[in-house]
């Protein structure tokens, strides 16, 4: 990361709420579940389809799983209402993964049993095996409407790929810095392991979410799906929302299907702090952006 960028983040907590607020408005629909209604509203509109994610800080209790696995039924019951062209995405450690596994897997089931699709979204690498496991367990016994995520800066993930076949896979670069035994570092290594990966899932036979925004992985993907005769229905593109929406405007210009992701909830400031804390790269783009609105014309 740029060195102004590492000062301006380091100085996020000291920028004003509504500044951050004001900041993260284009990344997260609100604070309250209306929100989220209107924005999934707003993209169906244009043609494009939603998944929406309940913001949520580490839980350390039980009920602040319930609180959340609550959150989701309300988000599916807004879906239902309005007939909304969107599903959700579930945080495992949300629903209580590092409680109990077993409290995870109740709540995940008592999400996934409205029927609409649920995608288990990935964290980090020590999630993985239970993530993964869990997700095979559940579509095993007759849960269809579950989805999962691989990650291609993970060293494991071709060989998880093979292991999905049929299955209904988002792929993306990954957001966690892991430790370089088990994650590639190197932009170009995370790009050609992404291209892999989504060889593989697509010649295993799954559904792939193509989640990105990195044009040239656009193109791969694009060449991936034609030379396999795959339909727009054969595929999804991914985007979080707010994140180069000009790439995502094309594609759905061009016919193929484009999922946003929206995330929404009370803990956004929490969660927008965390996220650019954590994740240089993102805070870097979040920085520049900062340092554009506080010196008009640079
Ligand atoms: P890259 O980081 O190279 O970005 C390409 C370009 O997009 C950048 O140059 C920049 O212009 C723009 N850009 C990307 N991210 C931006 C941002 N946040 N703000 C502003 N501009 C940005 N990760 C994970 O570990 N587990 C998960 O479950 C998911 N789920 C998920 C769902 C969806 C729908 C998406 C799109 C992404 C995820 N991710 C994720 C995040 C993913 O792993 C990755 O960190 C980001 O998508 C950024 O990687 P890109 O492939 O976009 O490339």
Known sequence: MHPLDRAVVALLPLVPKPLVRRLSSRYIAGSE???ARRTVATLNA?????????????????????????????????????????????KLTGLGL????????????????????????????????ATLALYRELVGSGHENLGVV????????????????????RLCKGIYLEPPEVAYRD???????????LDALLDGGCYVGIATHDEWLVDRALEAVRARGLGPGGYEFQMLLGVRPALGDGLVGAGHRLRIYVPFGR?????????????????GYVARDLLRSLVPGR
């Open 33 to 35: 579940l209306e929100d």
């Open 46 to 90: 244009a043609g494009k389809l939603a998944t929406v994610d309940v913001l949520g800080e580490e839980i350390t209790r039980a009920d602040e799983a319930a609180v959340i696995t609550r959150a989701y039924l309300d988000v599916l019951d807004v879906i239902d209402e309005d007939g909304l062209d969107a599903n959700v995405s579930v």
């Open 98 to 129: 590092k409680l109990e596994p077993a409290l995870a897997r109740e709540n995940l089931l008592a999400i996934a049993a409205r029927g609409t699709f649920v995608r288990i979204d990935m964290e980090d690498s020590s999630t993985t095996d």
């Open 150 to 169: 691989l990650q291609a800066a993970l060293r494991r993930t071709e060989g998880d790929a093979r292991d999905l076949a049929g299955a209904n896979v």
């Open 187 to 197: 932009f170009d290594q995370v790009r050609s392991s992404f291209v892999r990966t």
């Open 267 to 283: 803990q956004w400031y929490e969660y927008s702090l965390r996220r650019l804390q954590e994740n240089p790269k993102v805070a």
